[in-house]
């Protein structure tokens, strides 16, 4: 039998997991509809594939609602068979796996066709009826609307690389492999270059350029532009110690005493302005290598270097505005503050010059006190090019993101990593990273910079880089590629230089801020490219398995694995018709899998995405 289903809207049906033969988590991970298209049988697979979990309540039985429009591979209009299929790689034994089916019916316009009855064979399947209990709606669902309004202009992913000695002693044709995979393959386009100050500038009066920038690291840069690289910021850290000054001990909440905090004589602070200027002066006399940007002080409010307090940072920033200036570096943007995060930094160093632990969070978060204290210093706004912060302790906020609307001003993302021992395979931190970015893209973001790019390998620490390296090892071993490498690949080939992001507000969790303490299960983006295609980007960051991470424990910790139909609604498209994407999964079951077809319809679109899985979509032109 053949049936027309151009008239409906909706795949519907009751199922039950028996027997409790679910995985070692508890589910069965996707349920994946299948409709049987023409007598040639072509398959036609639903992109919304519900996760089936132990439900209490009901009998135990799921209402399903598929829509049609997640059937996007061919035309329903001669529909011959009906596959319910599984796809589950979580079970550790043989176990036999058995589903019951109750009420599958297509829904909308007309009828029910004929042909869709009660009664279907399915592989490892048992029908079972039981009319008289309801199921329950669907559960795991969730909308993002993309609001019409353009915010900001997308300019880059990029990467710190150290160890310029180590990259040296590569062979040259390895050194292309890192190069190729990060500036090419990958995208990437922004490096950021540190300074030690501390070797530029041992004592007053020296400037030693060679001891803090030797000719590796020069090569080392000069292979990344040729690769790639575009843009360029200095990461200033280290002060000299002759700059410094220590404020009295304090005792901490646990009664014990601790050191101090390091912060700049009040004399200084013209030094230090010069120190950071000279240093992006012989740069670009000595090795030709032009800064775009430099920051003031890596994570100003790091007890191991130096702190700032929010007039402080106000100084600095007018200060070093006229050292470039005076140095003729005029082109060369200062961007501020660059605090480990904007909600619930680590430590305050407030007006009275004590230092005390944070425990109001976002509302004395230091970096928006930086921030209000730069905008409301005309003279340092004017000197300040962009904001910059990391997304270790939070995020980019909405509260950080409105400091910049409509000011002409850059936001930069500095620095991101989830540190600690690491292996290829650890989709945990993959899809960290992904969830992260798509969030920072949500509030304004134009300059998204991972930690480190590649450097040596380090067992103990190889999550802060996306590659690693041994120089020692004579066969393909020499080479680590992190999973976060390629989710973040992924993005770059749906997020072009030049897409311009609008806000995507989610239904489960907002503006989906990535929080001290609140990581959203759900997290998207949407921009519109160079080229007029479209790119939507959404993270599940669900798992029954976080491991423990010392580095911040409480900023990545996520909620209990859960699928979830995500439905998108892009404002601008709602009478554009059908458009065609194609969609690419990238996830711990889904890391090589071929794109997908998708089609939105009058602006919408559905997917379903698992946990750790990283889907985007990229629309033909327009």
Known sequence: PSVD?????DFQFDVKVLNNSFDQWGQIQALQPTLGLTASGNWNQSSV??????VTTNNGWQHIIIPLTAFSRGSLSDVRQIFLLVDDGNYTSATTMQLAFDNIEFTGLGPVPAAATNSINATNATHTADAQVKPPTNVGSVTITVNSQPRQTFEGLGASCWGPED???LAPERRAKLNDLVWREARFNTMRLWVHLKEYTPALGQRRFKDAFPDEGATLVRDAQAAGVRHIVLGPYEVPTYLLERLPNTVGKDGKEKPGAPHLKSDQFDEHAAIIADFIR??????HIAIEATGVQNEPNDVADCQFTPADMVRSVKLLRAALDSRGLQQVKIIAPETVG??????????????????????????????????ADKAAWKALGGIATHSYDGGATERMADTIAGAGKDYWMTEFCVGGPEDPGDFFRASAEAATFLSDMNHRVNYWIHFIGYVSNDPGDNGTRLIAYDGNITGDGWLKVFEQYYYLRQLAQTFD??????????????????ARGH???????AARNPDGSWGIGI??????DFPHNDWNETSIRGKPAQSFAVTVKVEELAKAGELRFEARRIGPQTKDSPPEPVTMRDGQLTVTINPFELVTLRSSRQ
């Open 497 to 514: 230089v030049g897409a311009v992001f609008r806000q995507s507000i989610s239904s489960l969790e907002g503006d989906m801020t990535w």
């Open 342 to 375: 904007c909600d619930g930094t680590w430590f305050w160093l407030n007006n009275s010059v004590t230092l005390v632990d944070n425990s109001k969070a976002a509302g004395d978060a230091l970096a928006y006190a930086m921030v209000d204290a730069l905008k």
């Open 282 to 287: 012989d740069l670009r006399d000595k090795d």
């Open 49 to 54: 594939q519900p996760q089936l979990v132990n």
């Open 519 to 525: 990581t959203p299960r759900i997290t998207a983006a």
């Open 539 to 544: 993270s599940d960051y669900t798992s029954n």
């Open 5 to 9: 289903l151009t008239g409906y809207t």
């Open 167 to 169: 990259y040296m002693q």
